[in-house]
């Protein structure tokens, strides 16, 4: 019996339905959290008409959140590797100057990445996640010079308490500092592409 189970379990079969089962849950669950979003994007920002096809701060703050925990995983697996070769080599003295290296390989990191996503591909994994995207006037994904601005305007605005992104509750297309200084824009896409 413990045999035929365990044949069973092993079969494409079986695998294939446990796959489908739980990236329906997943899919499900980002419907959820993106239909959420949008219905807190039109509460927050009422002077807007419900079909704006622009993302509000809500959506974009949960794509941005979502994209601060890859960039803290990332960073993690990045200083563990610097960390195993330091010990190795020597520590690394004194505190001031360690600390001072995390917060500037932090900044790069999470720079390096924002540029990287919205350069390439036009949105970031939260982004996608959350089916918004950044454009420029014409319509494409940023330049890399273009992200490098919005990538610094992300900083600058967030900051002193997310104030760089109060413009996003006034302006017609919900524009933030950072889409404002690099001359971007955030829609949503429920494109898959």
């Known amino acids: 019996m413990r045999r035929a189970i365990r044949e069973l379990a092993a079969s494409p079969e079986v695998r294939e339905a446990v796959t489908q089962q739980t990236t329906g849950l997943v899919e499900e669950l980002a419907d959820e959290v993106r239909a959420w979003a949008r219905r807190l994007d039109s509460r927050i920002d009422r002077h807007h008409a419900a079909a704006t096809p622009y993302a509000g701060v809500a959506t974009r703050a949960i794509a941005l959140t979502l994209d601060l925990l890859l960039v803290a995983g990332l ?29 500037i390989g932090w900044g790069l990191v999470a720079g390096v990445y924002l540029t990287f996503f919205w350069s390439v591909a036009g949105r970031t994994p939260g982004m996608h996640l959350l089916h918004i995207r950044v454009r420029d006037a014409s319509g494409r994904h940023p330049s890399v010079f273009r992200a490098i601005v919005r990538t610094v305007g992300t900083w600058i605005s967030i900051i002193p308490f997310f104030a760089g992104y109060l413009p996003a509750l006034f302006d017609a297309r919900r524009r933030g500092l950072p889409d404002l200084l690099a001359g971007t824009e955030v829609v949503y896409s429920d494109r898959d592409g």
């Open 75 to 103: 960073f993690a697996l990045v200083s563990g590797f610097v960390a195993l070769i330091s010990s190795l080599v020597g520590t690394l003295r004194p505190a001031w100057l360690v600390g001072t290296l995390l917060g």
